[in-house]
């Protein structure tokens, strides 16, 4: 065996050992730093299910108050139907006056 293989052989040893060692500190971590991050996470999961909660009540109320508009409209058109006064059709919501 020539001394070039020797040293080529040596050098490859010691590389792939740097490479492991090197590898190896990085699988260690900080177990402060783990719980502080799972503490985010379930806070984070905290927050969009309340948003999820605001989100479904605020689609509760329009959806209320659009019955209320339509109500008032069918109301409306009623009272103008008895006085004999044409309602024009609401341009915002397309629909066609019945």
Same mark, same amino acid.
């Given at each position: 065996?020539?001394?070039s293989d020797f040293r080529a052989r040596?050098?490859?040893?010691?590389?792939?050992?740097?490479?492991?060692? &090197?590898?190896?500190?990085? $699988?260690?971590?900080?177990?402060?730093?783990? !719980?502080?991050? +799972?503490? /985010?996470?379930?806070?984070?999961?905290?927050?969009?299910?309340?948003?999820?909660?605001?989100? &479904?009540?605020?689609?509760? $109320?329009?959806?209320?108050?659009?019955?209320? !508009?339509?109500? +008032?409209? /069918?109301?409306?058109?009623?009272?103008?139907?008895?006085?004999?006064?044409?309602?024009?059709? &609401?341009?915002?919501?397309?629909?066609?006056?019945?």
């Amino acid at each position: 065996m020539h001394a070039s293989d020797f040293r080529a052989r040596a050098r490859l040893l010691f590389v792939v050992g740097v490479m492991a060692a &090197a590898g190896g500190c990085r $699988q260690l971590s900080n177990p402060v730093a783990d !719980v502080e991050l +799972q503490q /985010s996470l379930f806070e984070l999961q905290d927050l969009l299910a309340e948003m999820r909660d605001q989100t &479904a009540q605020l689609q509760w $109320q329009v959806d209320s108050l659009q019955q209320v !508009v339509a109500r +008032q409209d /069918s109301v409306l058109r009623n009272v103008a139907n008895l006085v004999g006064t044409p309602m024009p059709g &609401a341009p915002m919501s397309g629909v066609s006056p019945r």
